[in-house]
């Protein structure tokens, strides 16, 4: 967790051209302009702030009306929400009428009433880090419950009481766990108390929102916190019962080790991985889901084969169609579905490589069912190692690197295969006057040469070459 900042931080935040130039319209107009929100708690905890939110006393026309002249555009992200979002300077900002918010138990939509204080609506904010304000033009931090005060301890707690806040919104509960995974809070007792109670109530929230959070807790720094408390709270089977079905299938014996916790290893290493094949890359989804749900099929295929053996027998295959479904379910794009589906089903491929007995057909066979998924594929399998002997691992990362090495060799190979020199045999015979004959292939082999010494010439270069070659030849 990084230090909370310094004042400055949220100074530089008010300093934004853009929300320097709002504060001074709104103000100008008599109403209330404040940022507020994500940006404030990532100001104060010193981290880059990637969107601006606002909250005012305007009511949805009014903020239109003033932010139009401002902007490059304006439309509605909800005005039934009071939110209106504006492109200004290149910057997106979303502007929200103070609410006071209660939703309908029964309903998936909120019912949003619109407020007229800015504590009001900072109290029907989720969590009490994110019930902090800026205002503006003054930029005075706004903070009754609190929040400052919980960043610096790491915690999370409501404004209001947890049970009724998630009464509210159920989603939260699930906010909380990604939050958690997010900033490496500790939830605050009460509100995991009241996750537990509540978890069913989760059951009216929208599969969207729902799978947007998780995704959000799975791209978080420690997404091991948030899935822990998902699986302790209740709120895993009804969001990821295959989490749990694994939980469960811990071998009383002790054999081997609990699939559970080998999936929360895999997830790590597997995040450890993300950067191995290009340091500028991101936290990946893709990647991250697959690492998570790799072995859900081994609960479902697990059999005892005699005393001392265990097996689970096709659990990718099963696996791969109960991720489709669980994705599925979750509203994830066919895309999402596809790529995690096919990592988990390749993801035991590599172990009848035994310690390298591929045939070069078999490698390349590999390497084209990963297709654009391979490097995927390559972490996945890497951080699928969990044994706790490391001469086993050694072993099993050095016949993976050799894996790796073919691939690349049969790979250059094939493109160098595939090279043809600038010139085909037809327009060698027209230039040259040639019919078909031993100096055409004599003439191509020079050209194929001098490609691969020199890479691509274009036409006009390569006939001068030919040229050249046939004069010094025949001359
Ligand atoms: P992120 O960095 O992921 O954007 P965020 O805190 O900005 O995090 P958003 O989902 O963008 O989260 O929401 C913006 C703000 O709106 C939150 O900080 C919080 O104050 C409030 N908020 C969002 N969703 C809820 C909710 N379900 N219940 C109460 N308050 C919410
Ligand atoms: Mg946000």
Known sequence: MSAPSSPSALG?????????????????????????????????????????????????????????????????????????????????????????????????????????????????????????AVTLPDGVLIDPFEGSEHIRRGVLKTPAAPEESFDDDPLRMLRAARFASQLGFQVDEPVVVAMAAMAERLEIVSAERVRDELIKLLLGAQPRIGLELLCDTGLAALVLPELVAMKETADEHNRHKDVYEHTLMVLEQAIDLERSHDPASGPDLVLRLAALLHDIGKPRTRRFDGPHRVTFHHH????????????????????????????????????????????????????????????????????????????????????????????????????????????????????????????????????????????????????????????????
């Open 316 to 475: 990718e295959v099963v696996g791969a169609k109960m991720t489709r479904k669980r994705m599925k379910a979750l509203r994830f794009s066919n895309e999402q579905i596809d790529e995690v589906s096919t990592l988990v089903e390749l993801h035991l491929r590599f172990h009848g490589y035994g310690s390298g007995e591929w045939t070069d057909s078999a490698v390349r066979r590999y390497a084209r069912d990963a297709g654009p998924l391979l490097v995927r594929l390559h972490k996945l399998t890497r951080a699928d190692c969990t044994t706790r002997n490391t001469r086993k691992a050694q072993n099993l990362a050095r016949t993976y690197d050799q894996l790796e090495l073919r691939i690349a060799q049969l790979s250059a190979q094939e493109q160098l295969d595939a090279m043809r020199p600038d010139l085909d045999g037809q327009q060698i015979m027209d230039i040259l006057g040639l019919q078909p004959g031993p100096a055409v292939g004599e003439a191509y082999r020079f050209l194929l040469d001098l490609r691969l010494d020199r890479g691509p010439l274009g036409p006009q270069l390569a006939e001068e070459a030919l040229r050249a070659w046939w004069a010094a030849r025949t001359g």
């Open 12 to 132: 530089d935040l008010t300093q934004h051209p853009v929300a320097r130039q709002l504060g001074q319209r709104f103000a100008d107009a008599g109403f209330e302009l404040a940022m507020v929100g994500g940006c404030v708690r990532d100001a104060v905890l010193g981290r880059v702030v990637h969107d601006v939110d606002f909250t005012t006393n305007a009511r949805p026309d009014d903020i239109t009306v003033l932010v139009s002249p401002l902007a490059e555009a304006v439309w509605d992200v909800g005005r039934e929400f009071g939110t209106i979002a504006a492109r200004i300077n290149d910057v997106t900002v979303e502007i929200t009428t103070y609410r006071s918010e209660d939703y309908d138990p029964e309903s998936r939509k909120p019912s949003v009433q619109f407020g007229d204080t800015l504590e009001g609506d900072l109290r029907r904010r989720d969590f009490t880090v994110n019930a902090m």
